[in-house]
């Protein structure tokens, strides 16, 4: 909402129909246009080559089970002088036990690339996040910032951030976010 604010023909791309509606209707109500698209970060097959100068990724690729299908459709879509804008989940989150962060302990348990599906049992996961909880995929950074430049695009940005609300929050950087260009 806030680049078509500024006057960037916005398109939003979701796989949830509820939050692309949400997304229409916040920009209606502030009298903004975005164009809907319903899909998956991981198959932008409806988006035209080179159309795009700038790509968005917010705090989400953990939901993906493979980020280079992303990077991939990035580097495709994006203009030849375009860029690319992500924000990720710092792997280190995804090496401790969940039921002891819970306890406000930190026990390495995890390796890194991290999976619901493979790291958890079944019963532990729904015990742990319930049934309606998306699946979540902890990616390495070499799958992220490697998965980038084999696409052919530079990095040339990168910040942190601490979620100071959890355990490792108090340790490490919860988040970071990525700056690239073709």
């Known amino acids: 909402m806030l680049l078509a604010a500024r006057g960037a023909l916005v398109t939003s791309l979701e796989n949830s129909a509820q939050q692309l509606q949400r997304d229409i209707d916040t920009c209606a109500r502030f009298g903004l246009t975005v164009?809907?698209?319903?899909?998956?970060?991981?198959?932008?097959?409806?988006?035209?080559?080179?159309?795009?100068d700038m790509v968005v990724l917010g705090v989400g690729a953990?939901?993906?089970a493979d980020?280079?299908?992303?990077?991939?459709?990035?580097?495709?879509?994006?203009?030849?002088?375009?860029?690319?804008?992500?924000a990720f989940m710092n792997p280190v989150c995804y090496v401790f036990d969940?039921?002891?962060?819970?306890?406000?302990?930190?026990?390495l348990r995890h390796k890194v690339p991290y999976s619901d599906?493979?790291?958890l049992h079944e019963e532990e996961r729904m015990s742990l996040f319930g049934?309606?909880?998306?699946?979540?995929?902890?990616?390495?950074?070499?799958?992220i910032l490697g998965g980038l430049l084999v696409e052919g695009l530079r990095i040339d940005g990168y910040l942190e951030e601490f979620n100071e609300r959890d355990a490792i929050g108090e340790y490490f950087p919860s988040y970071f976010a990525v700056r690239a260009s073709r």
């Open 117 to 119: 599906l493979t790291s």
């Open 131 to 143: 049934p309606d909880a998306p699946l979540e995929f902890g990616h390495s950074l070499e799958q």
């Open 35 to 52: 164009t809907a698209v319903e899909g998956s970060m991981d198959n932008m097959h409806m988006l035209e080559t080179s159309d795009f």
């Open 62 to 64: 953990q939901f993906v």
């Open 67 to 86: 980020v280079r299908p992303v990077f991939t459709h990035v580097s495709r879509v994006l203009t030849q002088e375009g860029s690319f804008i992500g």
């Open 98 to 107: 969940w039921a002891a962060q819970e306890a406000g302990q930190l026990k």
